[in-house]
């Protein structure tokens, strides 16, 4: 992996855990507090433990937007300085995290980590603060029935919507073409199992019968008898509230059994640029739903494609997209009420800003509602002659929808 050239990253011990502190300049490397050439945000992330694979990837977006932000001026002409700690996929170590941010370190802003699990301790810290909150990967209900007010998800939709196209696209096929049957496998992770159970409860109330309905813990790895389940099942659509290396085990798992489904959704992993060889280059079919193409035109895109791409040697992907956004869904609201620091009064200003306009990123034009819900849709890709494009729907489509999934 390559850190973008305009970032120095320091290694510091900071309570137990490890914190990355993205400086932008030559001059000191604090770790925290931006002094008056500065502007400080404080960011936990996992960086180990069960969801340190993604986390990496959203270090990867929050560095290049800061890297790009000070080639390009800076926020209010200072530069952005990145406080960033491993919460090593802890809901307790990510609280003392941004207690130690928002108290010790005395940051100016705050950026949300990956995983609900992870946004809603956090969420509650930011509040008891009165920091505004904006993260890229909090996508489950829970995240919007705690009361936060000072929350936004920075990408389209959340994750009960995320194959609401591609529930649209089964319901309008002739009914004799559609699946009959379908098995669920969720990890228990909050977003996880509200992209899988989102698409149930479309199916379900179009007749589609559940035959399998799997739940299993996060660091499992045996993915045998719950694989053995699901080909016993024979269902014609296998759908995966998955992250990615669990994923990755029960696709294997699926494959040494030869299931052979006609239709299989997975969450997060195959947008991962790992995923490919992973599971043996047998890809052609496999469904996900995306908020992010680096092929979209919207008008920052571009750019963000073309600076990511030149720092890290590869596109971005929808976890390093989704923390680019955050920091633009930052930015607009300090830039427009000209204000960037831990006082009350600046933080409520941000937080009020966002909940009335509307803001232009990578993955589109963003609005929420009271509770931080945006008000968009997720697309639809797949796996179509190797590559992954997007398919639904069809006025975005950069391939076209296969109907039924070619063996793994």
């Not at 855990?17 to 925290?32: F, H, K, M």
């Not at 998955?242 to 992993?269: G, K």
């Amino acid at each position: 992996m390559k850190v973008p050239t305009s970032l120095r990253i320091t290694a510091l011990a900071v309570a137990g855990s490890l914190a990355l502190t993205g400086c932008i300049s030559s001059g000191d490397s604090g770790g925290g507090g931006g002094d008056d050439d500065t502007i400080s945000i404080g960011i936990s992330l996992p960086l180990t433990g069960d969801y340190s694979e993604p986390g990496k990837g959203v270090q990867q977006g929050y560095e290049a937007w800061a890297a790009w932000m000070n080639e390009n001026g800076g926020l209010l002409g200072k530069e952005v300085e990145l406080t960033i700690l491993d919460d090593q996929s802890s809901a307790d170590r990510v609280a003392a995290d941004y207690e130690k941010l928002i108290n010790s370190d005395g940051v100016d802003l705050i950026f949300g980590p990956f995983s609900t699990r992870l946004v809603v301790p956090a969420a509650q810290v930011a509040q008891d603060y009165g920091f505004l909150f904006v993260e890229p990967a909090g996508a489950a209900p829970e995240v919007f029935t705690q009361g936060f007010d000072n929350l936004f998800y920075a990408a389209p939709a959340v994750a009960d919507d995320h194959y609401d196209y591609l529930a649209d696209h089964i319901e309008a096929m002739p009914p004799a073409q559609r699946p009959k049957t379908a098995a669920y496998a969720a990890m228990d992770d909050p977003f996880a199992m509200g992209t899988a159970y989102g698409l149930k409860a479309r199916l379900e109330e179009m007749g589609v019968k559940t035959v399998v309905d799997e739940v299993y813990p996060p660091n499992t790895t045996d993915f045998s008898s719950i694989a053995a389940k699901v080909a016993d099942s024979n269902a014609d659509i296998m759908v995966g509230g998955t992250q990615y290396q669990d994923a990755v085990n029960l696709i294997l798992a699926l494959q040494q059994l030869d299931y052979q489904p006609a239709m299989a959704a997975f969450s997060t992993a195959p947008t991962n640029p790992e995923f490919p060889e992973a599971i043996g280059d047998k890809t052609e079919g496999i469904l996900s739903p995306t908020g992010y193409t680096p092929d979209a035109t919207y008008p920052s895109n571009k750019e963000f494609v073309e600076f990511y791409t030149a720092e890290y040697g590869d596109p971005p992907g929808e976890d390093q997209a989704n923390a680019w956004t955050t920091g633009q869904v930052v930015a607009a609201a300090v830039e427009a009420v000209d204000c960037a620091d831990p006082d009350p009064e600046c933080q409520q200003q941000l937080i009020d800003w966002l909940h009335e306009n509307e803001v232009e990123t990578v993955v589109g034009p963003l609005t929420w509602d009271s509770e931080g819900r945006p008000q968009g849709a997720h697309m639809i890709q797949q796996y179509v002659d190797g590559k992954i494009r997007i398919v639904l729907p069809e006025d975005q489509a950069e391939a076209e929808f296969i109907a039924v999934k070619p063996p793994w």
